[in-house]
Nanobody, 122 residues
Framework: QVQLVESGGGLVQVGGSLRLSCVAS????????MGWFRQAPGLEREFVAS????????YVVGPVRDRFTISRDNAKSTLYLQMDSLKPEDTAVYYC???????????????WGQGTQVTVSS
């Protein structure tokens, strides 16, 4: 089973960009569908994006589809989330997660990182 560590969060102004990274330990990274979720204060954790095991297929939810890009580098066991044109409503803790099956439900994901805070200031 992999272990996941996110990085790349921080404080950014409206319209700015951040790239989140999620490094997986072990050598089983390519066996997992990977996803990004986020949780804002007082709200439930929500699905943001997912990518297939070899990266050939990806999905990003509608509200951020034109601003966020998910990618992975299996040689580096790393998952990415490029976030552009950030808005205050993107403020949340962002989590990466690994799933044997994939999907948009958090219940489908077996391994989670600790999260990285993204704060977008206006």
């Amino acid at each position: 089973q992999v272990q996941l560590v996110e990085s790349g969060g921080g404080l950014v102004q409206v319209g700015g960009s951040l790239r989140l990274s999620c490094v997986a330990s072990g050598n089983m990274f390519s066996n997992y569908v990977m996803g990004w979720f986020r949780q804002a204060p007082g709200l439930e954790r929500e699905f943001v994006a997912s990518i297939s095991k070899i990266g050939g297929t990806s999905y990003v939810v509608g509200p951020v589809r034109d601003r966020f890009t998910i990618s992975r580098d299996n040689a580096k066991s790393t998952l990415y989330l490029q976030m552009d044109s950030l808005k205050p409503e993107d403020t949340a803790v962002y989590y990466c997660a690994a799933s044997a099956r994939g999907g948009s439900s958090s219940r489908e994901y077996d391994v989670w990182g600790q999260g990285t805070q993204v704060t977008v200031s206006s």
